[in-house]
């Protein structure tokens, strides 16, 4: 199953291979939000507010717990597979240890944590919460294995890994609320097994048609352990934007509040999808390439994307209205205030994504760490100083304040750091002429059919 990407090896991809690994990691993403926008309308419909709050909150205990606990290692796994591939098997073996390790670990901390403060378990029954607990290894090894093939390109097996789950979430609860059954334990129960059908996906094409599983290797375990928490703290901190202030939101204003403030958050997303399958593509050419490419190379696409994230934004602007009360109904008219505000975010969150990424693939994690503190420690400290008051609307300023911060501050980090200059990143005319441009010619050979081996070899030779 190796593709084009994948047999690169270790010169990098190309121009064109590049381009067309974007637009399917792209265009799988796309997917997974359009999915998971169904499936929140489905759970929105048929349970309420509340309903879709406390399966909110319960999913995201999930998701920040198991990201929290990965201790930075898939960003030591995607660059050592790029830079070194004899050492994939053995990264391979290591991660499957370390997640079972790190995920019993949290789901102990967790546990403790609710035993200890119980309003940190919100209304979520015992039960569920245990399940959710349960399923954090796993969620580990997903993470840990889709860095981990994406360092050797093998970006075909982790989009089908990663739109899979929203499949099974959109196609059984919607069958589950055709037939009246659909419950948060239900919903809750499926999340958890698309996950764990887009792990074993990808723990067998490692076994199979990739380096397979070697021997473990402590030394190597060090080392990736020792990158890996240079970067893990500004990981956290980045998640924890997205997450943490829904587990403080459900926790302080209720599951009503919650499901508000998650529908806005369902519908923002969107602005997250480009930079992320952008700074995912251009990794393994990161850490490949010498300075000076690599920082041209980030700043050229920062500039598409952020042009690309703004025109979104704006739509999501002035379609609020639509999006949560036309489709979602009246209850959530709350939720318009909360998109509107989120969607000013765009700058911070295409700077985050994006630059933190190069930082980290250019072996400066802690730069990028220090960097999405800033947005950290912005969205703590404005969430329990404005949810208590405000509630889901508090929630949403805090978020895009923060996000605006942190893009501002990893702006002039990454430009320090590595060179360039500030005005490289600001967007150029010449930009928006070169994307169309770009997009019109894929268009174009699209229409005209594939390119023979030779026409191809040919055309990137001349690029």
Request: charged share 15%; hydrophobic share 55%; aromatic share 6%.
């Given at each position: 199953m190796a593709d084009a990407e994948h047999q690169a090896g270790t010169t990098g991809a190309p121009a064109n291979a590049l381009l067309r690994t974007a637009a399917q990691t792209y265009g799988s993403q796309l997917g997974v939000a359009v999915l998971s926008l169904g499936n929140a309308l489905i759970v929105a419909r048929s349970l309420g507010a509340v309903g879709r709050g406390e399966v909110a909150f319960l999913t995201a205990i999930a998701w920040l717990g198991s990201n929290i606990s990965t201790f930075g290692v898939q960003e030591a796994n995607v660059n050592l597979a790029a830079a070194e591939p004899h050492l994939r098997r053995s990264l391979a073996t290591n991660s499957l240890i370390l997640s079972v390790l790190l995920g019993a670990a949290c789901a102990g901390a967790i546990a403790a944590l609710v035993a200890i403060v119980p309003a940190a378990g919100g209304s979520a029954s015992h039960l569920l919460l245990w399940l959710v607990l349960i399923s954090l290894p796993m969620l580990i090894l997903s993470t840990y294995l889709r860095f981990l093939i994406q360092g050797e390109y093998g970006f075909g097996v982790t989009n089908l890994a990663w739109l899979l789950p929203s499949v099974v979430n959109f196609s059984v609860n919607g069958a589950l609320a055709l037939a009246g059954v659909l419950s948060v334990g239900t919903a809750v129960a499926t999340w958890i097994g698309g996950q764990l059908l887009g792990t074993a996906i990808m723990a067998r094409y490692v076994m199979r048609y990739s380096v397979g599983f070697g021997r473990p290797d402590l030394a190597l375990a060090r080392r990736t352990l020792s990158f890996g928490g240079k970067s893990h703290v500004g990981r956290i901190m980045l998640l924890a934007n997205y997450r943490l202030d829904q587990w403080i939101l459900g926790a302080i204003a209720g599951a009503r509040e919650l499901g508000l403030y998650s529908v806005a958050v369902a519908w923002a997303e969107a602005l997250f999808l480009l930079p992320t399958a952008l700074s995912a593509v251009q990794r393994p050419d990161?850490?490949?390439?010498?300075?000076?490419?690599?920082?041209?190379?980030?700043?050229?696409?920062?500039?598409?994307?952020?042009?690309?994230?703004?025109?979104?934004?704006?739509?999501?602007?002035?379609?609020?209205?639509?999006?949560?009360?036309?489709?979602?109904?009246?209850?959530?008219?709350?939720?318009?205030?909360?998109?509107?505000?989120?969607?000013?975010?765009?700058?911070?969150?295409?700077?985050?994504?994006?630059?933190?990424?190069?930082?980290?693939?250019?072996?400066?994690?802690?730069?990028?760490?220090?960097?999405?503190?800033?947005?950290?420690?912005?969205?703590?400290?404005?969430?329990?100083?404005?949810?208590?008051?405000?509630?889901?609307?508090?929630?949403?300023?805090?978020?895009?304040?923060?996000?605006?911060?942190?893009?501002?501050?990893?702006?002039?980090?990454?430009?320090?750091?590595?060179?360039?200059?500030?005005?490289?990143?600001?967007?150029?005319?010449?930009?928006?002429?070169?994307?169309?441009?770009?997009?019109?010619?894929?268009?174009?050979?699209?229409?005209?059919?594939?390119?023979?081996?030779?026409?191809?070899?040919?055309?990137?030779?001349?690029?």
């Amino acid at each position: 199953m190796a593709d084009a990407e994948h047999q690169a090896g270790t010169t990098g991809a190309p121009a064109n291979a590049l381009l067309r690994t974007a637009a399917q990691t792209y265009g799988s993403q796309l997917g997974v939000a359009v999915l998971s926008l169904g499936n929140a309308l489905i759970v929105a419909r048929s349970l309420g507010a509340v309903g879709r709050g406390e399966v909110a909150f319960l999913t995201a205990i999930a998701w920040l717990g198991s990201n929290i606990s990965t201790f930075g290692v898939q960003e030591a796994n995607v660059n050592l597979a790029a830079a070194e591939p004899h050492l994939r098997r053995s990264l391979a073996t290591n991660s499957l240890i370390l997640s079972v390790l790190l995920g019993a670990a949290c789901a102990g901390a967790i546990a403790a944590l609710v035993a200890i403060v119980p309003a940190a378990g919100g209304s979520a029954s015992h039960l569920l919460l245990w399940l959710v607990l349960i399923s954090l290894p796993m969620l580990i090894l997903s993470t840990y294995l889709r860095f981990l093939i994406q360092g050797e390109y093998g970006f075909g097996v982790t989009n089908l890994a990663w739109l899979l789950p929203s499949v099974v979430n959109f196609s059984v609860n919607g069958a589950l609320a055709l037939a009246g059954v659909l419950s948060v334990g239900t919903a809750v129960a499926t999340w958890i097994g698309g996950q764990l059908l887009g792990t074993a996906i990808m723990a067998r094409y490692v076994m199979r048609y990739s380096v397979g599983f070697g021997r473990p290797d402590l030394a190597l375990a060090r080392r990736t352990l020792s990158f890996g928490g240079k970067s893990h703290v500004g990981r956290i901190m980045l998640l924890a934007n997205y997450r943490l202030d829904q587990w403080i939101l459900g926790a302080i204003a209720g599951a009503r509040e919650l499901g508000l403030y998650s529908v806005a958050v369902a519908w923002a997303e969107a602005l997250f999808l480009l930079p992320t399958a952008l700074s995912a593509v251009q990794r393994p050419d990161i850490v490949r390439s010498s300075r000076r490419e690599a920082v041209r190379l980030t700043a050229r696409v920062f500039r598409v994307s952020l042009l690309a994230t703004a025109a979104m934004a704006v739509g999501l602007i002035v379609l609020a209205p639509f999006l949560c009360v036309t489709i979602f109904g009246s209850e959530f008219r709350g939720s318009i205030f909360d998109l509107r505000v989120l969607a000013l975010g765009a700058f911070g969150i295409v700077a985050l994504k994006q630059l933190g990424s190069s930082l980290t693939g250019r072996r400066r994690p802690t730069a990028a760490s220090l960097s999405i503190g800033c947005a950290f420690v912005c969205t703590v400290a404005l969430d329990f100083a404005l949810i208590p008051s405000h509630g889901d609307a508090g929630a949403a300023i805090a978020s895009s304040t923060a996000y605006t911060i942190g893009g501002v501050v990893i702006a002039i980090v990454f430009t320090r750091t590595l060179g360039g200059r500030a005005a490289d990143l600001v967007p150029r005319p010449s930009d928006a002429r070169e994307t169309w441009s770009g997009v019109r010619a894929a268009l174009r050979r699209r229409r005209a059919g594939p390119l023979s081996a030779a026409e191809e070899a040919t055309k990137t030779t001349a690029a």
